[in-house]
């Protein structure tokens, strides 16, 4: 409603009164208390969020930490081995069979403070083998917490080398492919073929055939890496491995000893499933070059394979045949002869293979020079075999004849070089006209029994149970 008033000017003047808005009370609080509601439900979503990211950070860090004391459960045992490789009880006297252990170790911190513990369980190599199996089991203190690794401790075999030379160049032709790692001491490799593996030389550059080059070099396929210079393998163990095998071959008969022949010519191997019979080589053809095929030899007897796949023959050896559920290894070797002209070799003068390629079957053939393809060998030839040539080649001899085919499966080993084929330009004049050799993937961690090593004990294989 409106009321009217005089001014001093004796006129009206007209004053509005707006009306009250009166507003309801406790509008306000169902708002709040939802809000409030909402940011104390996120706040305690952030809170558990942040609490459970901890507590699983803490669980990752003792579960890290068991991981590591499982290791150091490894790396002791591994320490172990390098200064008694034969102990595989703790330092304790092993009883019976193995596997042996649990053995328990604290693990401590520089303060001698212990953080856990781990348990170590060894199952010792089989006959004539080397490597051991460490199971370690790591635990932390307080905590209801382990971590499992089970580990294949051994020493690196020449098996892990598709391709090995010692102190010759190595060159690859273009026909030719090698499936696995290949590796050079003292010298490089010029490679045209193909190499499917990690591809090493001890040397930064070379002076070969092909004039100045890198370590590792040529147009070939690489199919794994280049690399040089790296460190040497030592070739010189071979020497000490066929003097230590012969001892516990001919003197603890820890396999099956063969001693010279009587004409001193060799002996003539022929492999079976489950034996091989044994010739004494009489005669062979001996032309320039030496033909080294056999043209008379005597039967001796059938012999079954030892429990340890042993045989050291200290005479030449011919052999050849085929082997089921075998693991065999033949050493020719005379370690008493410095003459390296009266030191032994192996011939091949016809298949040598395998029934199974799953790793039940291997056959290591170590010798201190030569391991020679016969002139008569078949045109398509085939050699499953570790083999080691430990002061000469592995090749075929110049014949003026030219075959069709080789493949190896397995590895090769030598001091001075490997030649399946001889060439005049671009044109084939000996030898084989194609070559394989393919890798025996199952030698690399388990080869042929007592078949030489390239140092120390080193982790082979681990994993987590």
């Not at 409030?36 to 990211?53: E, G, K, P, W």
């Not at 030719?176 to 490679?191: A, D, L, R, W």
């Not at 071979?238 to 001919?250: A, F, L």
Request: net charge negative; glycine share 8%; charged share 20%.
């Amino acid at each position: 409603m409106a009321s009217i008033k005089l001014n001093c000017m004796g006129k009206e003047s007209i004053k509005i009164k707006k009306p009250k808005i009166r507003r309801p009370r406790g509008s306000y609080l169902p708002v709040i208390l939802i809000a409030s509601t909402l940011f104390f439900a996120l706040a305690v979503a952030i809170v558990s969020l942040a609490l459970s990211q901890v507590k699983i950070a803490k669980n990752h860090e003792q579960q890290v930490s068991a991981m590591e004391v499982a290791e150091a459960g490894i790396n002791y045992y591994l320490w172990h081995l390098a200064h008694d490789n034969e102990d595989y009880c703790d330092g304790e006297e092993c009883i019976e069979e193995g596997p042996y252990g649990p053995y328990t170790h604290d693990y401590t911190n520089q303060n001698g403070d212990v953080l856990g513990t781990y348990e170590i369980t060894i199952t010792p190599p089989e006959i004539a083998g080397n490597s051991v199996t460490v199971r370690s089991v790591g635990k932390v203190s307080g905590r209801n917490l382990d971590r499992v690794i089970i580990a294949t401790l051994g020493i690196p075999s020449f098996t892990k080398y598709s391709l090995f030379v010692q102190d010759d160049q190595l060159w690859v032709g273009e026909n030719e492919k090698v499936h696995g790692t290949v590796h050079v001491n003292n010298n490089g490799m010029y490679n045209e073929g193909e190499i499917t593996g990690d591809a090493s030389s001890t040397e930064t550059t070379y002076n070969g055939w092909f004039g100045l080059q890198p370590g590792v070099a040529g147009p070939g396929v690489f199919g794994g890496a280049k690399l040089f210079p790296v460190p040497a393998a030592d070739f010189n163990q071979v020497d000490i491995n066929i003097s230590e095998t012969r001892i516990r071959v001919r003197d603890f008969g820890e396999g099956q000893y063969i001693g010279t022949s009587s004409r001193n010519r060799g002996y003539h191997a022929v492999l079976k499933a489950n034996e091989f019979d044994l010739y004494e080589v009489t005669s062979y053809e001996g032309r320039n070059p030496t033909r080294w095929d056999i043209l008379s030899e005597t039967f001796i007897q059938t012999y079954s394979y030892p429990d340890s796949g042993v045989i050291f023959v200290e005479d030449n050896l011919w052999i050849e045949g085929n082997i089921s559920n075998q693991k065999l290894t033949f050493f020719a070797a005379d370690p008493d002869e410095s003459n390296i002209n009266k030191q032994k070799g192996i011939f091949i003068p016809n298949n040598l293979t395998y029934t199974n390629y799953d790793g039940t079957d291997k056959i290591g053939l170590v010798t201190q020079t030569n391991i020679l393809v016969t002139q008569d060998a078949p045109t398509n030839l085939e050699i499953n075999a570790a083999m080691i040539a430990r002061y000469g080649e592995i090749k075929i001899e110049q014949y003026n004849q030219i075959k069709e085919h080789i493949k190896v499966y397995g590895s090769m080993a030598h001091n001075t070089g490997v030649v399946w084929t001889y060439a005049s330009g671009s044109i084939i004049i000996s030898g084989y006209r194609g070559t394989e050799l393919i890798i025996d993937e199952s030698n690399v961690l388990n080869p042929p029994p007592m078949f030489p090593t390239t140092g120390s004990y080193s982790v082979l294989s681990w994993r987590e149970e």
